[in-house]
């Protein structure tokens, strides 16, 4: 009796793992960088032109935000973005992942570019090093340059106005 009441226990508790896993949000996996400086990185600009580090993003509020021209997700946030950066002067600075400068500019040549700054992060690394587990995915900084908060998935408005846009205000970062 016993040899069949081990592995009904073993189903029952793994089926109890499973419905207990199926109510989390998969954009709510939290990061280890929160409340630490933002990742060491020295990549060029989608031009090439300048080198751009975290000292670069330090000075005020901003979002970094993980995208590419081949990514479904960025589509869908793209608008988000526009407006964030049209409508309320936010901060973005854009990390090119994974993608070539060309198809990122062509791409936003179509779209529209709500970003301050493009960072071209050709190879991935600095994706690595913030935990980016695909784009797109966003980053809340602090004027200082701490992480505050990491956004994964598409941007939405109900994010922003919820989670993000309190993290942006002067205190709110505190």
């Not at 954009?27 to 751009?52: C, N, Q, W």
């Not at 975290?54 to 935000?65: E, F, M």
């Not at 956004?151 to 002067?170: F, H, N, S, V, Y």
């Amino acid at each position: 009796m016993l040899r069949f009441a081990i592995p009904v226990v073993v189903l029952v508790g793994l089926l109890a793992l499973l419905g207990y896993g199926l109510k989390l949000d998969p954009r709510e996996v939290p990061s280890p960088l929160i409340g630490k400086m933002a990742p060491a990185f020295d990549l060029p600009d989608l031009a090439g032109t300048v080198r751009v580090t975290p000292l670069d993003l330090q000075g005020r509020p901003v979002l970094v935000n993980f995208f590419a021209s081949w990514c479904a997700g960025c589509q869908v946030e793209h608008p988000v973005l526009m407006k964030l950066a049209r409508e309320y002067g936010v901060e973005i600075v854009g990390m090119d992942y994974k993608d070539t400068p060309e198809a990122a500019q062509q791409w936003l040549a179509r779209h529209g570019n709500p970003y301050r700054s493009l960072v071209a992060d050709q190879q991935g690394q600095a994706g690595l090093d913030w935990g980016v587990y695909g784009v797109p995915e966003t980053f809340v900084l602090s004027a200082d340059g701490r992480v505050l908060y990491k956004q994964i998935g598409p941007m939405t408005e109900q994010a922003w106005r919820e989670k993000i846009a309190p993290l942006m205000t002067p205190g709110g970062a505190s």
